[in-house]
């Protein structure tokens, strides 16, 4: 393998690990908050895709206009989620949240079937971002390559400031750990549970967007293999971690790219991976790479 | 001016009738204190006024002093009650551990906006425990038992309260830390807000207070001021060890 190559796959990494990690961290939020699993969320990022593509390629917009739109959409679609499915479960016990998660899960998926039908629809890609620019040494890369990492970045980054530097992400992170306590600071807890759960949804709705770039088409079942991933890599990041989990994304984009590049033969096994990696992180570190317990004071 | 008037609490957990008709009053200004044994009720009594636990009352009123405006509090979620200038500092201390002692006394001023005030407020909590100050850029969890509840009283001010409600400052804590606190406890109710504290030390509580209330098995079985409860026999025996 030349240098070339290698550049090739490492962007190639990069840009689907990255995605990987825009969705994990919608499951990293909503787990850190409510230790809900949101099952839905991979759901979520199929309809993402699914209003870009109807915005763009059906109704003709712009696709500045068609992406911002789609985010849009998505995030009410991921609020009205919360607000159906799992509010009214708050003081029930979580199993019944997770069996409401899955149930919703099933719900988008097949309403999607019956809406969109189950053919997968070509997205027909902006050629802008396909043109490959030739750098020197004869690396050639597509602009959405770099796009996409760049575009996760950014995101991931502007949340994390949320998180750290303002009101609103003071009130998230001690909600994850004390409920009853933050309520009595005066937090509405459920205005800022809804506020992970919009944040997290708009994340996946530019993840499941760039997604559909990369592999032109929609289909209703496509935010399965990725949702499960993405929670995969939130796990082997440490859940509820917000880092954790754009790290975990990595990690797991540059294992399933790498391993098939050096070993091609074993490219039939590239989900196996992500399974083998939480697997391994189960057994040996259970909190993931950057989870930790903290030990309470008495 | 009577701040806080409760008529017939009653909190049920399930089939446990945790308390049962209390009635009770504070006036502005006061530091009126709940004492009783372990399991009387004081905790659910203090939770049901900040809204923490479901309860039932013929009437659970609070006067602002910053309008003079009566409202019932009865049913009313714990972040509405900090809006209108109740607060509490809860028992355990509850400090979020892996938020920095300055992102605990942040998250008490959640309900302000005014950034000038809230600088101030801390400059406040920071004169009255000087430990804090210390210590402000580390984590909650790494501080002892005696700087968490002085944080926990501290996070409690930072909402600015008329009415500051204390659950059990003193436990746990070294006996020369509880009059430390008990002094601070008066000194913020010279400074004019007024102060619900629930005690088991009675007899410290009891000496900080204007009037007390004791609490036995869910009821309110006395109340006096603090010196007649601090004379009284009955009270002696039962919580001052004679």
Same mark, same amino acid.
């Given at each position: 393998?030349? +240098?070339?190559?290698?550049?090739? $796959? ?30 839905? $969320? ?17 109704? $003709? ?14 995030? *009410? ?52 971002? /396909? ?23 950014? +995101? ?28 009595? /600071? ?16 708009? +994340? ?41 989990? /754009? *790290? ?51 | ?46 939770? #049901? =006024? ?22 019932? %509090?009865?049913?009313?979620?714990? !972040? ?14 509850? %400090? ?59 996070? #409690? ?27 601070? %406890?008066?000194? %913020? ?5 007024? =102060? ?5 030390? #009675? ?12 609490? !036995? ?9 603090? #010196? ?15």
């Amino acid at each position: 393998m030349n +240098l070339n190559i290698f550049i090739q $796959h490492f962007i190639n990494a990069l840009s689907l690990g990255s995605l990987y990690g825009l969705v994990a961290v919608g499951y990293t939020m909503v787990y850190g908050i409510l230790r809900l699993i949101n099952f839905a $969320h991979g759901d979520i990022f199929m309809l993402g895709a699914y209003f870009v593509y109807f915005a763009t390629i059906v109704y $003709h917009l712009p696709w500045a206009v068609g992406v911002i739109t789609a985010v849009i959409l998505t995030t *009410i679609c991921g609020l009205l989620v919360d607000r159906i499915a799992y509010k009214p479960l708050r003081e029930a016990p979580r199993i019944s949240a997770l069996i409401s998660a899955i149930g919703v899960s099933f719900f988008i998926e097949n309403f999607a079937v019956v809406v969109f039908t189950g053919m997968p629809r070509p997205v027909v890609q902006p050629p802008i971002l /396909m043109k490959p620019i030739e750098f020197s040494g004869g690396v050639r890369l597509i602009p959405l390559g770099i796009l996409v990492p760049v575009v996760a970045f950014v +995101l991931v980054g502007g949340l994390m400031w949320l998180l750290y530097c303002t009101k609103p992400g003071l009130a998230m992170r001690a909600i994850s750990f004390d409920i009853e306590t933050t309520r009595m /600071m005066g937090v509405s807890v459920n205005k800022i549970i809804a506020l992970a759960f919009g944040l997290g949804s708009a +994340l996946a709705a530019v993840a499941g967007i760039m997604w559909a770039l990369r592999y032109p088409r929609v289909e209703p079942f496509m935010g399965m293999t990725p949702g499960i991933k993405a929670f995969i890599a939130a796990v082997f990041g440490g859940i509820g971690s917000v880092p954790g989990a /754009m *790290i975990g994304g990595l990690i797991l984009g540059f294992v399933e790219i790498m391993s098939v590049a050096f070993f091609p033969t074993l490219s039939g096994y590239k989900d196996a991976f992500a399974f083998l990696l939480l697997i391994m992180i189960l057994l040996f570190r259970p909190t993931g790479l950057l989870g930790e317990k903290l030990e309470d004071k008495i | 001016m009577s701040m806080l008037k409760i008529e017939n609490l009653n909190v049920n957990y399930g089939a446990i009738h945790a308390v049962r008709d209390v009635s009770l009053e504070i006036n502005k200004g006061e530091i009126v204190t709940l004492i009783g044994a372990n399991g009387a009720g004081k905790s659910s009594v203090i939770r #049901a =006024i900040m809204g923490l636990v479901k309860s039932k009352a013929d009437q659970m009123s609070y006067t602002s002093p910053r309008d003079g405006k009566t409202v019932s %509090i009865l049913g009313k979620p714990a !972040e509405e009650h900090v809006k209108i200038g109740i607060s509490l500092s809860p028992e355990g201390r509850r %400090i979020l551990p892996h938020l920095t002692v300055e992102e605990n006394l942040t998250l008490g001023a959640y309900t302000r906006s005014d950034s000038n005030g809230i600088a101030d407020d801390m400059e406040y909590v920071y004169t009255l425990f000087p430990r804090l100050k210390e210590r402000h850029r580390q984590k909650g969890g790494t501080l002892s038992g005696g700087e968490q509840q002085m944080l926990a009283v501290g996070r #409690a001010l930072m909402s600015r309260p008329d009415l500051l409600m204390l659950d059990e400052p003193s436990l746990g804590l070294a006996p020369v830390l509880v009059d430390e606190v008990f002094g601070i %406890i008066r000194e %913020i109710n010279a400074q004019g807000r007024t =102060i619900l504290l629930v005690e088991q030390n #009675a007899f410290a509580a009891l000496k900080a207070a204007h009037r007390a209330y004791v609490l !036995e098995v869910g009821t309110v079985n006395l109340s006096g001021t603090g #010196a007649e409860l601090l004379n009284n026999p009955k009270v002696r025996a039962a919580y001052l060890g004679g």
